[in-house]
Structure formats: structure tokens, C-alpha cells
């Protein structure tokens, strides 16, 4: 058996690995539910029903916690970045789910989705600048101190960028990779306890 979670997964190795009496399943890991409903397949798979059902409740537990909290919205960005490239992850992405549940605004709702990657927009400096996000979170596999440099060095190059709440209150940070990088699996919940405190600290 062979679980792929993949963004875009070509059929014909799907074919292929079907053909040597591989079964696969495809999975994706976009939002809270989709990993919820993959810790349900693989319970399946594994019969440890039970277990997977303990699992998705301590998740379902933690969302209505960081609910209860009721905090503000807080205005945020979150950038997908290695050096030279970065988008912005929408509200379909898994960080930008776990962004909302954790009581932020995520400035980039709007923004037009890339063909490629629907789950991220290309940065936009101008309207960045006007929702004027009060934190800005970086997601990199790279290593993550260049990439906030490079990213930093970037935006620099707008005069505005110093106006910017994140940058002035230096509330820019690089999110653990095996938290939000990848998918955190059953390490769910401690992507959601990061992400509210990083935005209400």
C-alpha cells in the first residue's frame, strides 16, 4: 500500500505503480480536514479506528479552544519563500487554515491564485502595503535565515516597506519547517498552539 499526497500526482505512475500490484491511495493536505481525513484512511488501513478517532478529536478539541479564545483578528501574511521566489499562501493552503483557526486575517484572501499552485498568489507589494499586516510569517525547506534575508532585502525595495506594522515592530519570523513546511500530521495541534501564539504573543 502507497499513500502519496501530492499537489499535482502524474496518472501514468499512478498506472505504473498500480501494474507492478501496487495499490495506491491519493491523498491531499491542504487544510485541517484534509489531514483529519487522512488520519481516518490510515486508521482504516492500519484498523486503528479507534486511535485515528482519539486523534482527530484532540484537533477537533484544539480548534474549539483557540475558538474560545475569541482573539481579535489580527492582520497577517504568510510567504511562501526559497531565495528568489515567494508567494503568498492563501486561505485554501494548509498554513493559511491553520492561520485562520488560530484568530488571524489573512491579508492575501483575495489575491488571485497562480495557475500553477492554487493554494499560493504572487506577492503583491502595493496591497500589502495598504492591509498593512501587523505580523508576516515565512515558510521555507531552504535554509530559513537566507530566505528571510533575501526576502527582507526584496521588499526593501519599496520605500513603503518600513511603514509596514510587521517591519516596524520586527514581527517578521520563519515558521518550523516540520510544523508548517510539510504536512505536521498528527503534530496538528501543535501547528495550531504555534501559529496562536506566534500571532498573539
Not at 60 to 85: C, N, R, W
Request: with cysteine; charged share 20%; aromatic share 6%.
Amino acid at each position: 500500500m502507497l499513500c502519496i499526497r501530492c499537489h499535482k500526482f502524474d496518472s501514468r505512475i499512478r498506472y505504473g505503480l498500480e501494474s507492478i500490484g501496487a495499490k495506491v491511495v491519493l491523498t491531499s493536505g491542504n487544510s485541517v480536514e484534509d489531514i483529519k481525513r487522512q488520519i481516518s484512511i490510515f486508521g482504516e488501513l492500519l484498523q486503528q479506528q479507534q486511535k485515528a478517532e482519539v486523534l482527530t478529536g484532540e484537533i477537533d478539541a484544539k480548534i474549539a479552544e483557540l475558538a474560545d479564545l475569541s482573539k481579535q483578528d489580527m492582520p497577517a501574511l504568510i510567504v511562501y519563500g526559497a531565495p528568489g521566489t515567494f508567494m503568498a499562501a492563501l486561505p485554501n493552503s494548509l498554513a493559511g487554515d491553520l492561520l485562520t483557526l488560530a484568530g488571524g486575517n489573512n491579508i492575501a484572501a483575495s489575491y488571485p491564485q497562480l495557475a500553477s499552485y492554487p493554494q499560493y498568489a504572487s506577492l503583491d507589494m502595493e496591497r500589502i502595503v495598504e492591509s498593512n499586516p501587523e505580523a508576516i510569517f515565512i515558510m521555507t525547506h531552504a535554509d530559513p535565515n537566507d530566505v528571510r534575508d533575501s526576502f527582507i532585502g526584496e521588499m526593501e525595495s519599496s520605500k513603503a516597506w518600513n511603514n509596514i506594522a510587521a517591519v516596524k515592530n520586527g514581527r517578521i519570523e520563519v515558521l518550523p519547517a516540520e510544523l508548517f513546511g510539510s504536512n505536521p500530521g498528527t503534530r496538528l495541534t501543535e501547528s495550531l498552539d504555534y501559529m496562536y501564539n506566534a500571532l498573539h504573543q
